[in-house]
């Protein structure tokens, strides 16, 4: 497909190497040349100078046969101007990224009103992930797919967790619960499992179920620890504001401290159920004055990744119980391993690409993909993809033992008028099933890119 971003920051460089790597043919316009030439050295794109909410600079990049137009400047009002001038020229589809709070609870009439195709919030996005890791402390991460009805979390397997040295068919067996280990991680190499792998201390797995399910085994297990109730941010930013906000209604109990007055007075202002701490959150007393060994939940907000990293990995030496940490640089995450404390990190820029490269995947079922949502997983190492099978499929009602598929996949669930299943070898897939894939291969666009040759 064409597609043209606007504004080569984090998220845009992001995009601009996860969609050129996949094959589209990508312009890349900023004001910034020096932005431009750090994507023209490692990317194969085209790129201009330029602002990308004019006319004559959208007519350059050849607007009129864009299928797609991307803004991810700074400011929330220079990327819908970018979009709504795009789509006036002719491009087929746009997409925003609005972050400012006020602006949320309206975009559905934005979108409507202003012809975009899609906004995205990743601090928004960010925040939910973050209340869903706090109402479930055991997971490192959570993704779910088929309107919530399947999800696959992440877990630690540590040294005295019973599963340790069984294999996955003795486990299944043994607790008889509907639940499927999926991809495991060990020192850095990615497996896609079968019933004869063992499961090792260290390893980090990534468990497909039901709620209840999953629930349900962690339970049997004892890792099925209780919810945080008592959570302390340490930042006042964007994602504090929103995470705060679905933890109160969740009904929990919400510290936030923050430094700059201005900010923190607006934040109690607009949280009255959360408690405001003007102070300095890398300052190790004004933690442990406010309570931080008492913490269920500690999340570090801070516009620094350095200092996210260091609060987490303090907090959790003081005694919280589940630790939390933002970091956007994601050259990060190989530091973050066993031994730091830090069993979750949330990164806003990688959650907004994932949503931008899955509305792009989606849009190519008009050539017969039938992909439905994608997440990463493992570390970006592994994707979950969620199909939806179409009528005409030609392996329907073939049972999955007789279907020949691709090394490194698995199918991870299906779920049929609304009934997640856990496949076995007796389990076939039919039209209007939706089916989940975890794979470490790369640009599955279609169900059929799943099989070795055709069925």
Aim: aromatic residues 4%; hydrophobic residues 45%.
């Amino acid at each position: 497909m064409n597609i043209i971003i606007i504004g080569e920051g984090k998220v845009g460089f992001a995009l601009t190497e996860q969609l050129s790597n996949e094959g589209h043919d990508i312009v890349v316009i900023d004001n910034r040349q020096a932005a431009l030439r750090n994507s023209a050295d490692m990317q194969d794109v085209r790129t201009l100078q330029g602002n990308g909410a004019t006319a004559d600079v959208l007519l350059d990049a050849g607007v009129e046969k864009a299928d797609l137009v991307i803004a991810v400047t700074g400011t929330d009002e220079m990327n819908v101007m970018c979009c709504m001038m795009a789509k006036r020229l002719g491009a087929r589809h746009t997409i925003a990224r609005v972050r400012n709070p006020e602006y949320a609870k309206q975009m559905y009439l934005i979108n409507d009103m202003l012809g975009l195709s899609m906004s995205v919030n990743p601090e928004s996005s960010a925040a939910r992930e973050i209340s869903r890791l706090i109402r479930f402390p055991s997971a490192t991460k959570i993704d779910t797919f088929v309107r919530g009805r399947v999800e696959i979390i992440e877990l630690p397997i540590n040294k005295d967790c019973p599963m340790v040295n069984l294999s996955l068919y003795e486990i299944y067996r043994k607790w008889q619960i509907k639940v499927l280990v999926c991809a495991v991680e060990r020192e850095n190499a990615v497996y896609i499992p079968n019933g004869a792998f063992v499961l090792r201390a260290g390893d980090r797995i990534n468990l497909t179920g039901t709620a209840e399910n999953i629930s349900n085994f962690l339970k049997a297990l004892g890792m099925l620890t209780k919810r945080g109730r008592d959570v302390m941010l340490v930042g006042g930013s964007r994602i504090a504001y929103y995470l705060a906000g679905y933890l109160e209604n969740a009904g929990m109990s919400v510290k936030i401290i923050e430094q700059d007055e201005k900010r923190c007075m607006d934040l109690a202002e607009r949280l009255p159920k959360t408690q405001l701490i003007l102070g300095d959150g890398t300052d190790q007393e004004v933690l442990e004055e406010e309570g931080l060994e008492d913490a269920d939940a500690f999340v570090a907000l801070t516009g620094i990744d350095e200092e996210n990293i260091i609060l987490s990995m303090y907090a959790k030496k003081r005694g919280a119980k589940k630790v939390i940490a933002k970091v956007d640089r994601l050259s990060f995450l190989e530091v973050l391993g066993e031994g730091t404390g830090i069993e979750s990190v949330i990164s806003p820029k990688a959650i907004a690409t994932a949503q931008i490269v899955r509305y792009v995947r989606a849009m190519e079922q008009s050539v017969g993909s039938s992909m439905e949502s994608l997440s990463s997983i493992v570390g970006g190492k592994a994707e979950a993809i969620e199909f939806r099978i179409g009528k005409n499929a030609k392996f329907t009602g073939v049972p999955l033992k007789q279907l020949r598929l691709k090394e490194n996949l698995l199918i991870a669930a299906v779920v049929r008028r609304d009934v997640p299943i856990i496949p076995n070898g007796d389990t076939t897939m039919e039209a209007g099933d939706s089916v989940i894939v975890v794979t470490t291969l790369k640009k599955l666009h279609s169900i059929e890119d799943i099989f070795l040759v055709g069925v």
